[in-house]
């Protein structure tokens, strides 16, 4: 996967594992519930392994899909539902703008941080080389926005910018010592910033200019200072991300669910969200063209995690992934979807994936 993201020749396209996609066919391999895997490190790491054994995908990913770890650190309270992710209920900041409510992260023993940063070296134990690994960091956009609450955090954007400002700067620090602890494993290939806040549906450029983009860029920075041989990859799932934004980044990789809609339409006459989410009418994937200037940057994606692998046939998911793959021609490409696949997704549909990318091997 890392010669893929590189653009160095492989035998085969890559196929990216996003989260804990398909959990209701992984967490029966290793006999837990989501409660109990998800507070050993050592199920941790064999759930990830599991799930590669069972789909055929070549990555595996520390933490899973909870969004909430660094949040937990900051102070706030999660609830663990039997069979999902923690979830929020009480959050510091979500009654008053006051700094002072927040703690400030040790990763060594804050909430989860450290069962994340064991787990990590647990799964390098265990799968060596076999499996590209990836660490996931929520941006600091989105971990403020747990720790106020997103609609008063973006209330805050126009009535508060000092607060906005100050809040920012704390989670940024946190999360980014959290972050050197995760590249001090020396477990993690590549790290996944989780970045879906960055869209025309929350916020307009200037506060994208303003707030996100500086902070997060800082993390970025401190990352490639600390372990410049480790990929960099963006995530982001929205339907309308800032695109030529996170094309600037010091990163390596997007992994994304749409491209810049409003540019497709425009250039090409075609309607990419509609035909997108249409089963296998998405054909002619715009998104996945190269870029003519700057830095190279490999596309992660974007079968649709939806519609096509909770609904369609297998043929259908397999067709699909192909149109994808074909699309994305002479770029530096690794196959996946958009975000995280349905828990209850059929297994035959999520096995269609690793078909497509073996197909001619």
């Given at each position: 996967?890392?010669?893929?993201?590189?653009?160095?020749?492989?035998?085969?396209?890559?196929?990216?594992?996003?989260?804990?996609?398909?959990?209701?066919?992984?967490?029966?391999?290793?006999?837990?519930?989501?409660?109990?895997?998800?507070?050993?490190?050592?199920?941790?790491?064999?759930?990830?392994?599991?799930?590669?054994?069972?789909?055929g995908?070549?990555?595996?990913?520390?933490?899973?899909?909870?969004?909430?770890?660094?949040?937990e650190?900051?102070?706030?309270?999660i609830?663990r539902?039997?069979?999902?992710?923690p979830q929020?209920?009480?959050?510091?900041?979500?009654?008053?703008?006051?700094?002072?409510?927040?703690?400030?992260?040790?990763?060594?023993?804050?909430?989860?941080?450290?069962?994340?940063?064991?787990?990590?070296?647990?799964?390098?134990?265990?799968?060596?080389?076999?499996?590209?690994?990836?660490?996931?960091?929520?941006?600091?956009?989105?971990?403020?926005?747990?720790v106020?609450?997103?609609?008063?955090?973006?209330?805050?954007?126009?009535?508060?910018?000092?607060?906005?400002?100050?809040?920012?700067?704390r989670?940024?620090?946190?999360?980014?010592?959290?972050?050197?602890?995760i590249?001090?494993?020396?477990?993690?290939?590549?790290?996944?910033?989780?970045n879906?806040?960055?869209?025309?549906?929350?916020?307009?450029?200037?506060?994208?200019?303003?707030?996100?983009l500086?902070?997060?860029?800082?993390?970025?920075?401190?990352?490639?200072?600390?372990?410049?041989?480790?990929?960099?990859?963006?995530h982001?799932?929205?339907?309308?991300?800032?695109?030529?934004?996170?094309?600037?980044?010091?990163?390596?990789?997007?992994?994304?669910?749409?491209?810049?809609?409003r540019?497709?339409?425009?250039?090409?006459?075609?309607?990419?969200?509609t035909?997108?989410?249409?089963?296998?009418?998405?054909?002619?994937?715009?998104?996945?063209?190269?870029?003519?200037?700057?830095?190279?940057?490999?596309?992660?994606?974007?079968?649709?995690?939806?519609?096509?692998l909770?609904?369609?046939s297998?043929?259908?998911?397999?067709?699909?992934?192909?149109?994808?793959?074909?699309?994305?021609?002479?770029?530096n490409?690794?196959?996946?979807?958009?975000?995280?696949?349905?828990f209850?997704?059929?297994?035959?549909?999520?096995?269609a994936?690793?078909?497509?990318?073996?197909?001619?091997?």
């Open positions: 996967m890392r010669r893929a993201l590189r653009g160095e020749p492989t035998d085969r396209p890559a196929l990216a594992y996003l989260f804990l996609g398909g959990a209701h066919h992984v967490l029966p391999r290793v006999g837990r519930r989501m409660i109990e895997a998800y507070g050993d490190p050592h199920l941790m790491a064999a759930t990830q392994a599991a799930a590669a054994e069972l789909f995908h070549d990555s595996a990913m520390q933490p899973w899909g909870c969004l909430t770890v660094e949040a650190a900051f102070g706030c309270r609830e539902p039997d069979d999902y992710y929020i209920v009480e959050r510091p900041l979500a009654e008053e703008p006051n700094l002072a409510k927040l703690r400030d992260p040790d990763p060594s023993s804050s909430g989860r941080m450290p069962l994340v940063l064991d787990a990590l070296t647990r799964l390098r134990e265990r799968s060596g080389d076999d499996l590209f690994i990836m660490a996931m960091v929520v941006s600091p956009f989105l971990v403020a926005a747990e106020r609450g997103m609609t008063a955090l973006l209330t805050d954007f126009i009535s508060d910018p000092p607060f906005t400002e100050a809040l920012f700067d989670v940024t620090e946190g999360t980014e010592r959290y972050l050197q602890a590249l001090r494993t020396g477990a993690c290939d590549a790290v996944l910033f989780e879906a806040g960055a869209c025309r549906e929350l916020m307009g450029p200037h506060h994208l200019a303003r707030y996100v500086p902070h997060h860029q800082r993390l970025l920075a401190a990352a490639r200072l600390a372990a410049p041989d480790v990929l960099l990859i963006e982001n799932c929205s339907e309308t991300p800032y695109f030529e934004e996170i094309l600037e980044l010091d990163i390596d990789a997007v992994s994304f669910a749409y491209g810049d809609v540019a497709i339409r425009a250039e090409h006459n075609w309607d990419c969200r035909a997108h989410t249409s089963i296998n009418a998405c054909l002619d994937r715009f998104c996945l063209r190269p870029r003519d200037s700057g830095r190279p940057k490999a596309w992660i994606g974007n079968v649709d995690h939806t519609k096509v909770l609904r369609a297998p043929g259908e998911v397999f067709r699909e992934a192909r149109a994808c793959i074909e699309s994305a021609q002479s770029a490409f690794v196959l996946s979807t958009g975000c995280e696949i349905p209850k997704a059929p297994l035959e549909n999520i096995q994936l690793a078909r497509a990318v073996r197909a001619g091997c």
